[in-house]
C-alpha cells in the first residue's frame, strides 16, 4: 500500500478522499496513530519492523552513552553481541529504582550486574566491583524503535514493499482507522 493510498482512506473517512483539504492533516494523524499504538503497546516488532534499529557498539566511555543522534522513541532491549562469552546481566532499570539500589546493598550491582538508565538523551551505566562489563571498553547493543516520523516518505513509497518493508498491512490498516477516527473527532470540534 502506498503512502497516497494511506492517505486517501483517512481523507476518505472524513469526506476529502482527494486530500483537497486534509493532505497534511492526515499525514499527522497517520503518524500520531503508529506513535499511540507503539506507546500502547498495540503492536509487534514484526508489525513495524521499518522502525526497529539496533546500535551495536554501546560502550558507555566515562559512564555514558549520547543516543540524541540515534532519536530514540522508545528502547526495547539491550545485549552482548552474539558470540561474546562475557557473563553479563543487562537491567535497565527506571531512575525511581536507582533510590533503592543506592541505599540497599542487597539491589547493588554485582560484577556481573550492568545497569542503565536513562537520563535524557543520555544512557548511564554502572557496575558493581571488578565488573565483568568494563564501562568505555567492552560494547553492548541496544534494539530500539527509532523516533515515528514519515521522513523520507513520497506519496509513492509502498509501505509493504520489499525492498523498504516499513508497516504490516494489518497494522498498516489499524493505525488508518485510529488516524481517521481522530483526524473525524478533531473536524468535529
Known sequence: ???LRVLQEIGSM??????????????????NAIATLVREGKYSEDDIPGFIKAKTDVKFTAGSEDINALRVFKILDFYMPPGTDADVIITYQETPLLNKISALETLQPSMYD??????GNTLKAYTGATPVFILGTTSCTMKYIKD??????????????????????????????????????????
Do not use: C, H
Open 114 to 119: 550492568l545497569f542503565i538508565y536513562k537520563e
Open 14 to 31: 472524513v469526506g476529502d478522499p482527494t486530500l483537497i483539504k486534509v493532505k497534511d492533516l492526515a499525514r499527522i494523524a497517520f503518524i
Open 148 to 189: 515515528i516520523d514519515d521522513e523520507g516518505w513520497l506519496d509513492s513509497t509502498d509501505l509493504q514493499a520489499a525492498a523498504a518493508f516499513v508497516l504490516t498491512t494489518a497494522f498498516t490498516r489499524t493505525a488508518i482507522q485510529l488516524a481517521g477516527a481522530s483526524l473525524s473527532s478533531e473536524a468535529k470540534k
Open 1 to 3: 500500500m502506498t503512502y
